[in-house]
């Protein structure tokens, strides 16, 4: 799987400290294994927000939110059932470390950047270049730069996330008849050093 | 340069002399956690989409049934199977069914599966619990538990480290919840946002162990990655007889960096607790008391062990809960319901009219044994209380301390443990 690079779509706006509960709250856990349903029920938890939200996703819209976007529990069906509505990428502020860590390992794009958060308005038509990590939002006529990602995160999900990392491992494995160390060559090696991102 | 325990972890577990906060490391890990809502997808993508046969150590891995049960519904019942062929399939050796584990972050530290030194995953948030037994342990999702399980290994970003340090020691009906909202209230639900939250200080020393591990517990309720504290004479008495390996445990070097040093002292910390909608809404039980409830819930990972539930009796002992209010008692595993049956706990908790329930996270995530409806106002010893987190997105719930919850249980409202008792409940 991989991640079509320029994004367009819609903004949908939400507030900061947007925690898990609200994103697919816990009773919807039953169908884990179902992206679609799971995408019927998305921000279902956000108050005021009334049901069928995910029935007004154009496929491509894209979510805009504040800081601690993702907070509270570490069910992987967070942007699972984000994805599953219909949003190709979520813009925050900042991200929570669980939700960072999922989407990242499920090679689904996030990106980070304050300016962007603050700036865009529900209905935003907007482009993400997820290569260059620049947004456009033609509405207002601006452009933003997200966070850059490191090496590591980018190689994660560029090649559809975590899935096809251990496999690959796995595959050495099998080969050599031990686990490789981790060093460069088969695998996108870890870089030393990670600004800003937060995991 | 030195470094914090959380450092010290992670450069072990990733055969580093050195690591440092921002450095992005593949460290090996010495125990994994899954349950019943995230073994089912987690073990689906370890073996169908990246194709791995086995655990890569099937002694080293828990498999807890936890959320929904006994299993609550039909949907429920087929994550709980998915769950235990997952554990048999894989010869899991600490595999914890129904009446015979309880909350996984209870059933863990008693079991003494999480260690000193040690680099411990949970595929769930409050995996960061453990870390009150000095070890470094961190939620993690249900792709990081299949790469986890395939491999034994798994990515981590060193955090930055932020010290507490407590001077002198909580005052009477104040516990760690109370010190631990107390923080949360002060730095807000994302002040510790992918840090580690190394607690020190005076008041720990006179904590037992199920205080720091309900202060560790919430470390994720700031936001952190991990909640960490020292390895003392409390824990060594804690792990004698328990411990399931040997272990080595890591201490702060004297010269290690931390990013910022909050200090609080303890002695002024009032009981505490968070009001509706996010665990740092802080604030001092006078400023809620005589709030109306429908529900007082005591449970859940955070305070729902044995000195939990010992102090809840002392106060309903003899007193009935008031009308309009019921009173749910969910111990946080099935050895602490069978120690509160040896106790008589659970006849004081019958006598007073509150329902007692088997060992499960059930209402706190509103899963079940419990779920709130529109409008309804609970008072509940959980850990977060987000909108919609025990049921409808319009109930209300407050987070208190177990003496706080049961003393408004006998009065209908958030009342202070003094107006019921007149001595501080011991345990």
């Not at chain 2, 709030?291 to 062990?305: A, E, K, P, W």
């Amino acid at each position: 799987m991989t991640t079509a690079t320029v994004l367009r779509g819609r903004a949908w706006k939400f507030g900061d400290n947007v925690d898990t509960d609200q994103v697919i709250p816990a009773k919807y856990a039953i169908y884990s294994l179902d992206e679609k349903k799971l995408g019927e029920h998305a921000m279902e938890g956000v108050p005021g927000n009334d049901g069928g939200w995910s029935q007004k996703i154009a496929p491509g819209d894209i979510m805009v939110a504040g800081s601690n976007f993702g907070c509270g529990s570490s069910r992987e069906i967070a942007p699972i059932a984000i994805r599953g509505a219909g949003i190709s990428c979520v813009i925050a502020d900042s991200f929570a470390r669980i939700f960072f860590r999922n989407s990242i390992n499920l090679g689904y794009p996030i990106l980070q950047s304050p300016q962007a958060a603050e700036t865009i308005e529900e209905g935003d038509e907007l482009e993400v270049d997820l290569e260059e990590g620049v947004i456009r939002n033609f509405t207002k006529g601006d452009v933003y730069q997200a966070e850059p990602f490191p090496q590591f995160m980018t190689n994660l999900m560029r090649m559809g996330g975590l899935v096809p990392w251990v496999r690959k491992r796995l595959e050495d494995q099998r080969s050599t008849g031990h686990l490789t160390s981790p060093h460069p060559g088969s695998r996108p090696d870890l870089p030393d050093r990670v600004e800003g991102q937060r995991e | 340069m030195g470094m914090t325990m959380t450092e010290k972890i992670l450069a072990r577990a990733s055969d580093r002399n050195q690591v440092r906060p921002g450095d992005l490391v593949l460290a090996k890990v010495d125990f994994a956690m899954g349950h019943d809502l995230t073994i089912p997808p987690a073990g689906r993508i370890m073996r169908e989409q990246m194709g791995a046969e086995s655990v890569w150590d099937p002694e080293r891995v828990a498999v807890v049934q936890d959320h929904f049960q006994p299993a609550k519904d039909v949907a429920s019942a087929a994550l709980g199977r998915m769950t235990r062929e997952f554990a048999r399939d894989m010869g899991i050796k600490w595999y914890f069914e129904v009446g015979q584990g309880g909350i996984c972050h209870t059933v863990l530290p008693e079991r003494g599966l999480v260690l000193p030194g040690e680099l411990v995953v949970g595929a769930d948030s409050h995996s960061c619990t453990y870390g009150a037994l000095n070890n470094f342990a961190t939620g993690i999702g249900s792709t990081d538990l299949a790469c986890v399980m395939a491999l034994g290994e798994l990515w981590f970003r060193v955090p930055e480290t932020l010290k507490f340090v407590y001077h002198n020691r909580l005052g009477d009906w104040v516990e760690g919840k109370d010190l631990i909202l107390h923080v949360i209230g002060t730095i807000g639900v994302d002040g510790a946002r992918s840090k580690a939250m190394e607690h020190t200080g005076e008041a720990l020393t006179h904590m037992d162990i199920e205080a720091r591990l309900t202060m560790t517990n919430m470390a994720i309720e700031a936001g952190a990655k991990n909640g960490i504290m020292a390895h003392d004479a409390v824990t060594e008495e804690y792990l004698h007889g328990r411990a399931a390996r040997p272990y080595s445990p890591v201490s702060s070097d004297p010269d290690a960096a931390y990013e910022r040093v909050f200090e609080f002292d303890a002695e002024a910390v009032p009981i505490t607790l968070a009001k509706p909608m996010s665990p740092d809404n802080t604030a001092a039980i006078d400023e809620v008391a005589g709030t109306r409830l429908d529900q007082v819930f005591i449970g859940s990972c955070t305070n729902s062990r044995i000195t939990d539930l010992r102090k809840a009796a002392r106060i309903l002992d003899g007193r009935q809960v008031a009308p309009g209010l019921r009173l749910i008692v969910t111990p946080s595993s099935h050895e602490v319901a069978k120690q509160a049956e040896r106790e008589g706990l659970i006849g004081i908790f019958l006598e007073a009219g509150g329902a007692w329930t088997t060992a499960t996270c059930g209402a706190c995530l509103g899963g079940h044994q419990g779920v709130l409806g529109e409008g309804e106002v609970c008072l509940s010893t959980t850990n977060r209380n987000f909108p919609g987190r025990m049921g409808d997105p319009k109930a209300l719930v407050y987070l208190s301390n177990p003496a706080v919850a049961a003393a408004s249980a006998i009065t209908g409202e958030i009342t202070h443990p003094k107006d019921v008792v007149r001595e501080p409940v011991a345990v």
